[in-house]
């Protein structure tokens, strides 16, 4: 398997530049335009980052910590990771359209098209800033010889969704799939294993949260752990489900196709 090596953070001084004197506006600008020059993108780095999410989330945030010293910002500032997960979930939610939707036809493809990516970037808007605004301003480690704290970058914050949204991804959108046609049954296997899937799913997206959090030096470790508190509440909301054979596949994929 292929590796992430730092040196695939060597791009134009150019864009190093602007970024380190960015406004939000402006890198958002930045990063649209690099997104339509398919050329610039870094395809190989980004599906190294996927093998990475897989194998050891860990790693990709020390690389994180590489592209500070390197550059001065913690956050991605190729979209080529972005574009892969938006092809993903495309393509997923095509694959179960045509599986569990009777009619088919151009609305419909727009539709899922719509669904899948509005997901994924409403709840990256969501979980990017409720975590951005957390950070910046309650887990901050306080060092008394510092006049100067850092703070996490909102782009950083969506980076670690991203992150987080893949391996949940692999379980909802790809395994999930694949045991589609015993999901949708009735009775208590196929509910406890719709719901176990389902929190597995949520639980690696809290993981890969927390663990992305924990990796920024400025900090408060300790704090930063809280954010595993909603895990607490999935494993309930799993209990209360599966108590009363609610299917999650069922009751979410069936609606939406």
Same mark, same amino acid.
């Given at each position: 398997?292929?590796?992430?090596?730092?040196?695939?953070?060597?791009?134009?001084?150019?864009?190093?530049?602007?970024?380190?004197?960015?406004?939000?506006?402006?890198?958002?600008?930045?990063?649209?335009?690099?997104?339509?020059?398919?050329?610039?993108?870094?395809?190989?780095?980004?599906?190294?980052?996927?093998?990475?999410?897989?194998?050891?989330?860990?790693?990709?945030?020390?690389?994180?910590?590489?592209?500070?010293?390197?550059?001065? @910002?913690?956050?991605?500032?190729?979209?080529?990771?972005?574009?892969?997960?938006?092809?993903?979930?495309?393509?997923?939610?095509?694959?179960?359209?045509?599986?569990?939707?009777?009619?088919?036809?151009?609305?419909?493809?727009?539709?899922?098209?719509?669904?899948?990516?509005?997901?994924?970037?409403?709840?990256?808007?969501?979980?990017?800033?409720?975590?951005?605004?957390?950070?910046?301003?309650?887990?901050?480690?306080?060092?008394?010889?510092?006049?100067?704290?850092?703070?996490?970058?909102?782009?950083?914050?969506?980076?670690?969704?991203?992150?987080?949204?893949?391996?949940?991804?692999?379980?909802?959108?790809?395994?999930?799939?694949?045991?589609?046609?015993?999901?949708?049954?009735?009775?208590?296997?196929?509910?406890?294993?719709?719901?176990?899937? @389902?929190?597995?799913?949520?639980?690696?997206?809290?993981?890969?949260?927390?663990?992305?959090?924990? @990796?920024?030096?400025?900090?408060?470790?300790?704090?930063?752990?809280?954010?595993?508190?909603?895990?607490?509440?999935?494993?309930?909301?799993?209990?209360?489900?599966?108590?009363?054979?609610?299917?999650?596949?069922?009751?979410?994929?069936?609606?939406?196709?």
């Amino acid at each position: 398997m292929s590796t992430i090596s730092t040196s695939t953070f060597t791009e134009q001084r150019r864009f190093s530049h602007l970024h380190r004197n960015k406004s939000h506006d402006n890198f958002l600008m930045l990063l649209v335009q690099r997104a339509v020059r398919f050329p610039q993108l870094d395809i190989e780095y980004a599906m190294a980052t996927v093998a990475e999410l897989i194998w050891s989330p860990s790693k990709v945030y020390k690389l994180a910590q590489s592209r500070h010293e390197i550059k001065g @910002h913690w956050s991605r500032d190729d979209p080529a990771f972005i574009l892969i997960l938006c092809a993903f979930i495309i393509v997923d939610f095509l694959a179960f359209g045509f599986a569990l939707d009777e009619e088919w036809g151009l609305l419909r493809v727009i539709r899922h098209f719509i669904v899948g990516l509005g997901f994924f970037f409403l709840l990256g808007s969501v979980v990017g800033t409720s975590t951005w605004f957390l950070c910046n301003k309650y887990f901050q480690a306080r060092h008394p010889h510092s006049s100067s704290s850092q703070k996490v970058e909102w782009f950083y914050a969506f980076d670690v969704h991203c992150n987080a949204f893949l391996p949940a991804f692999l379980i909802l959108g790809v395994l999930q799939y694949l045991l589609l046609p015993l999901l949708v049954r009735g009775g208590v296997l196929p509910t406890l294993l719709s719901n176990s899937l @389902h929190l597995a799913a949520a639980l690696a997206y809290v993981h890969i949260t927390v663990l992305g959090f924990l @990796h920024l030096p400025f900090l408060n470790r300790e704090k930063v752990t809280m954010l595993w508190n909603p895990a607490f509440v999935l494993v309930l909301l799993w209990f209360l489900l599966s108590l009363m054979n609610i299917n999650c596949t069922r009751l979410f994929f069936l609606r939406i196709f």
